[in-house]
């Protein structure tokens, strides 16, 4: 949104300099984005007098002027048409920079004639895009500067021009008059009452307008027009025009012109059409689909069924609300109007525009709303502009449709503003706040006024207030404390895992992922997903229309896009939630990883291998002990169907109690995400692990184990499909308070053993508590060891 200063003060009777102006709307929340002001970008030009001009010796079109400057005179080449003897013009001298050229100034030879200047046109210092020949002054003293000159007789030229950000919410601010209120209610200025206007009209208007009854709720709540005869379709008188240029705009007649001020002066999107080409009535009705319309742009727009738009018995003739069409646009031979003033369904508006990419001013305001409430005064004060620029007749106005009513009311609770915000504000202000802003108070009630649809709740006056008193005022105080000694913690255990189960990874070497939650249908089939319960109703892609049942598959689509990239040693984790359904509470929190290529880069010390399983399961071990977990865990088999069916484990606290799995990622899983394996991974569910029974928060007591330990080593001849987990798992069940660790060191298949055997060596540590273990305590624990091994295994010790 950009205005000028002088713009501002038609509505805000202030002194206030541009820099107090721009740093109290920043301070308002209307952000400064931007200040233009040509004073301060001019203020080294100065006025100088030509006493003479001679032709070049050497070129045709140009003359070598002597001019008088504050500085004496000075000899300048020039070229233009126009430099002559007895003219007053603008000279940059030498070190002065000239914006329309991005030069500065020097002393130069032109054809072998030196020039200590330049005299300049109107488009070299971007006041305009004359540039026909240098500027003439009809009067000015010489050495005078030209912002001087300028303020004193063409101030429109030094008028400084802001451009503020303007966010959703604040619809008003698209209006200057909204700028000025706020500005106001700061106490930057007094707010110049509103012009109003009062047409007297005896003629009814011979054009009707109806609203169809499946547009008025959602499509178009009023509209109103009026029909002006007899008009004169020139330029717009100077002020209006450079008003325009000012802030970006082109001026295009005066009835165009009128539209667009008003638009930016009180954010009124008005339309003209001529009604001349008008064919019988107007009406306002949504599209059947496929009307074609060449809009004030020239460009051709398709309507789709649905779309509001205004038509006359010779089709549509207006996209509402967002841009008018060209065959009833107002030219210079235009002799009669009608005005439109209405009031459009704000989706409805943005809807329509993002289908047909329109990006008006109109459809900016509309679709963000406008007042609704002014709706008639804007009809009759742009009628009344009208009149005074174009002259003409006007007819009675003609409404289809009813204003909306948004009058709300909401109690003013002053001690808010302190418990909200934190300010303290006597309540006597905080009426005198609300009541500038435009706020009606009764008793306890403040009734919003109609261009304020983003107040909304008792909270949003308190923002008006603190808004107006200014946020900068805000103190930070630090909060008493409520209770003594330690606070209680604030993380629930799983999030404490959560956090350990991160910084564990990190410290293991991996790459932490951050995933979408939602992946494609066919990823989520593969990890026992992808039903109707978990997709998406409304999925921003293809690609992402159901709920992730595990973390895996986000992990793997990374790896296949790093290693498309070349990149083909990896360790990625990441921790988040899974879904295995679609309501409420469906979820669960997993900790995954996945280790691709080898385990480092060649060095001259050791020799890079690839990564296997027992990566996986050791750094799953690592995570599941830093979260908590047990440490006698029993591995299991028979995982879900996406790891490899001989390369997998599931550590367990039982059959049913499982706290993750590890293993080989299945390659028909890696070939079907397109990644080049093999590739190990791991699960972890952090919920799965009990929390301790003690909830005393300090740790425990050291224990150390003052009695020799004792190994002995077993070999046991069983048939080749035994697995060796089996007999791990017997022998340790033999005796769980004496035996503390039980691995296999050792695995030996054919020779004497026969067809379909092998034989399998372990070690099984026996850590005493009590009393040094004699012989006869060890040769008890080898026998039963031997018996359960024998019993679940069918083998035999061997000989």
């Given at each position: 949104?950009?205005?000028?200063?002088?713009?501002?003060?038609?509505?805000?009777?202030?002194?206030?300099?541009?820099?107090?102006?721009?740093?109290?709307?920043?301070?308002?929340?209307?952000?400064?984005?931007?200040?233009?002001?040509?004073?301060?970008?001019?203020?080294?030009?100065?006025?100088?007098?030509?006493?003479?001009?001679?032709?070049?010796?050497?070129?045709?079109?140009?003359?070598?002027?002597?001019?008088?400057?504050?500085?004496?005179?000075?000899?300048?080449?020039?070229?233009?048409?126009?430099?002559?003897?007895?003219?007053?013009?603008?000279?940059?001298?030498?070190?002065?920079?000239?914006?329309?050229?991005?030069?500065?100034?020097?002393?130069?030879?032109?054809?072998?004639?030196?020039?200590?200047?330049?005299?300049?046109?109107?488009?070299?210092?971007?006041?305009?895009?004359?540039?026909?020949?240098?500027?003439?002054?009809?009067?000015?003293?010489?050495?005078?500067?030209?912002?001087?000159?300028?303020?004193?007789?063409?101030?429109?030229?030094?008028?400084?021009?802001?451009?503020?950000?303007?966010?959703?919410?604040?619809?008003?601010?698209?209006?200057?008059?909204?700028?000025?209120?706020?500005?106001?209610?700061?106490?930057?200025?007094?707010?110049?009452?509103?012009?109003?206007?009062?047409?007297?009209?005896?003629?009814?208007?011979?054009?009707?307008?109806?609203?169809?009854?499946?547009?008025?709720?959602?499509?178009?709540?009023?509209?109103?027009?009026?029909?002006?005869?007899?008009?004169?379709?020139?330029?717009?008188?100077?002020?209006?025009?450079?008003?325009?240029?000012?802030?970006?705009?082109?001026?295009?007649?005066?009835?165009?012109?009128?539209?667009?001020?008003?638009?930016?002066?009180?954010?009124?999107?008005?339309?003209?059409?001529?009604?001349?080409?008008?064919?019988?009535?107007?009406?306002?009705?949504?599209?059947?689909?496929?009307?074609?319309?060449?809009?004030?742009?020239?460009?051709?727009?398709?309507?789709?069924?649905?779309?509001?738009?205004?038509?006359?018995?010779?089709?549509?003739?207006?996209?509402?609300?967002?841009?008018?069409?060209?065959?009833?646009?107002?030219?210079?031979?235009?002799?009669?109007?009608?005005?439109?003033?209405?009031?459009?369904?704000?989706?409805?508006?943005?809807?329509?525009?993002?289908?047909?990419?329109?990006?008006?001013?109109?459809?900016?305001?509309?679709?963000?709303?406008?007042?609704?409430?002014?709706?008639?005064?804007?009809?009759?004060?742009?009628?009344?502009?009208?009149?005074?620029?174009?002259?003409?007749?006007?007819?009675?106005?003609?409404?289809?449709?009813?204003?909306?009513?948004?009058?709300?009311?909401?109690?003013?609770?002053?001690?808010?503003?302190?418990?909200?915000?934190?300010?303290?504000?006597?309540?006597?202000?905080?009426?005198?706040t609300l009541t500038a802003l435009g706020f009606r108070i009764e008793g306890n009630m403040a009734h919003v006024p109609s261009w304020r649809p983003d107040v909304l709740g008792e909270a949003d006056l308190v923002e008006e207030v603190a808004r107006i008193a200014s946020l900068t005022k805000l103190k930070g105080r630090p909060l008493p404390r409520t209770q003594a000694g330690v606070p209680r913690p604030i993380l629930s255990p799983l999030q404490k895992r959560e956090q350990i189960a991160r910084r564990?990874?990190?410290?293991?070497?991996?790459?932490?992922?951050?995933?979408?939650?939602?992946?494609?249908?066919?990823?989520?089939?593969?990890?026992?997903?992808?039903?109707?319960?978990?997709?998406?109703?409304?999925?921003?892609?293809?690609?992402?229309?159901?709920?992730?049942?595990?973390?895996?598959?986000?992990?793997?689509?990374?790896?296949?896009?790093?290693?498309?990239?070349?990149?083909?040693?990896?360790?990625?984790?990441?921790?988040?939630?899974?879904?295995?359904?679609?309501?409420?509470?469906?979820?669960?929190?997993?900790?995954?990883?996945?280790?691709?290529?080898?385990?480092?880069?060649?060095?001259?010390?050791?020799?890079?291998?690839?990564?296997?399983?027992?990566?996986?399961?050791?750094?799953?071990?690592?995570?599941?002990?830093?979260?908590?977990?047990?440490?006698?865990?029993?591995?299991?088999?028979?995982?879900?169907?996406?790891?490899?069916?001989?390369?997998?484990?599931?550590?367990?606290?039982?059959?049913?109690?499982?706290?993750?799995?590890?293993?080989?990622?299945?390659?028909?899983?890696?070939?079907?995400?397109?990644?080049?394996?093999?590739?190990?991974?791991?699960?972890?569910?952090?919920?799965?692990?009990?929390?301790?029974?003690?909830?005393?928060?300090?740790?425990?007591?050291?224990?150390?184990?003052?009695?020799?330990?004792?190994?002995?080593?077993?070999?046991?001849?069983?048939?080749?499909d035994v697995e060796a987990l089996t007999l791990v798992n017997a022998a340790t069940g033999a005796d769980k308070t004496l035996i503390e660790d039980v691995r296999v060191f050792d695995e030996f298949i054919g020779g004497s053993l026969g067809e379909g055997k092998k034989s399998i060596a372990v070690t099984?540590?026996?850590?005493?508590?009590?009393?040094?273990?004699?012989?006869?305590?060890?040769?008890?624990?080898?026998?039963?060891?031997?018996?359960?091994?024998?019993?679940?295994?069918?083998?035999?010790?061997?000989?």
């Open positions: 949104m950009k205005f000028t200063i002088s713009w501002l003060k038609e509505h805000l009777d202030t002194t206030a300099s541009v820099a107090e102006i721009a740093e109290t709307l920043t301070d308002l929340g209307l952000e400064v984005e931007d200040i233009s002001d040509p004073a301060a970008r001019l203020g080294a030009f100065t006025i100088g007098k030509v006493t003479s001009a001679e032709q070049h010796p050497d070129a045709d079109r140009l003359r070598v002027c002597q001019v008088q400057t504050d500085e004496g005179p000075l000899q300048i080449i020039c070229g233009a048409p126009n430099a002559r003897a007895g003219i007053t013009v603008v000279v940059a001298k030498p070190g002065v920079y000239v914006p329309g050229i991005d030069t500065t100034i020097g002393v130069g030879k032109i054809r072998g004639v030196e020039s200590y200047g330049m005299m300049c046109s109107e488009r070299e210092m971007e006041l305009s895009d004359e540039h026909d020949g240098i500027i003439e002054l009809p009067s000015g003293e010489v050495g005078q500067t030209y912002t001087d000159w300028l303020a004193a007789n063409d101030p429109a030229k030094v008028d400084p021009v802001i451009e503020i950000a303007i966010t959703p919410n604040r619809p008003d601010a698209l209006g200057v008059r909204g700028i000025a209120r706020d500005l106001a209610a700061r106490g930057l200025g007094t707010l110049r009452p509103a012009p109003e206007a009062h047409i007297d009209a005896d003629a009814a208007s011979p054009i009707n307008i109806t609203i169809d009854d499946d547009t008025r709720t959602d499509g178009c709540h009023v509209f109103a027009g009026r029909l002006i005869t007899g008009v004169t379709n020139g330029p717009s008188p100077k002020w209006l025009q450079e008003r325009l240029r000012a802030i970006g705009l082109r001026p295009i007649s005066a009835l165009v012109d009128i539209t667009n001020f008003f638009t930016y002066d009180r954010n009124r999107p008005l339309h003209v059409f001529d009604a001349g080409k008008v064919t019988g009535d107007l009406r306002v009705h949504r599209a059947d689909g496929g009307e074609v319309m060449t809009g004030l742009d020239d460009k051709d727009y398709t309507f789709a069924p649905g779309m509001v738009v205004i038509s006359d018995n010779a089709g549509v003739q207006s996209v509402g609300g967002i841009m008018g069409g060209l065959a009833t646009g107002c030219t210079e031979g235009t002799l009669d109007v009608f005005l439109e003033a209405a009031v459009w369904d704000t989706v409805q508006i943005a809807t329509t525009g993002r289908a047909l990419k329109i990006n008006s001013d109109a459809r900016y305001r509309n679709e963000r709303g406008i007042d609704p409430a002014f709706n008639m005064d804007a009809l009759d004060l742009a009628t009344q502009m009208i009149m005074d620029l174009c002259g003409g007749t006007p007819s009675k106005a003609v409404v289809a449709g009813e204003v909306p009513d948004v009058s709300r009311a909401y109690r003013l609770v002053p001690a808010r503003v302190q418990s909200l915000v934190g300010m303290d504000i006597p309540e006597a202000e905080q009426r005198q564990t990874g990190a410290a293991l070497g991996y790459n932490e992922c951050v995933t979408y939650s939602f992946i494609d249908r066919a990823s989520a089939t593969l990890f026992g997903g992808g039903d109707d319960a978990t997709m998406l109703a409304n999925p921003i892609s293809s690609e992402m229309s159901h709920m992730r049942p595990a973390l895996l598959p986000g992990l793997l689509q990374a790896a296949a896009r790093n290693q498309a990239r070349g990149q083909m040693d990896l360790a990625l984790f990441e921790v988040g939630h899974a879904f295995h359904g679609g309501e409420p509470g469906e979820q669960h929190m997993q900790v995954a990883g996945l280790l691709i290529g080898r385990t480092g880069p060649k060095d001259v010390h050791s020799a890079a291998r690839a990564v296997d399983v027992f990566d996986a399961k050791a750094d799953a071990e690592a995570i599941l002990a830093a979260i908590g977990a047990p440490a006698k865990v029993q591995i299991l088999r028979d995982g879900p169907t996406w790891w490899h069916p001989g390369r997998h484990g599931m550590i367990c606290l039982g059959p049913k109690k499982v706290l993750g799995i590890f293993g080989e990622v299945h390659p028909k899983i890696l070939a079907a995400m397109d990644v080049k394996g093999p590739a190990v991974a791991f699960t972890l569910w952090p919920e799965e692990i009990p929390l301790p029974r003690n909830a005393n928060p300090n740790r425990g007591a050291l224990t150390l184990r003052d009695l020799q330990a004792v190994e002995r080593d077993f070999a046991f001849v069983v048939d080749a099984v540590r026996l850590q005493p508590t009590n009393a040094t273990l004699k012989e006869a305590d060890i040769e008890a624990v080898s026998a039963r060891i031997v018996e359960k091994v024998t019993k679940a295994t069918g083998g035999a010790l061997r000989g």
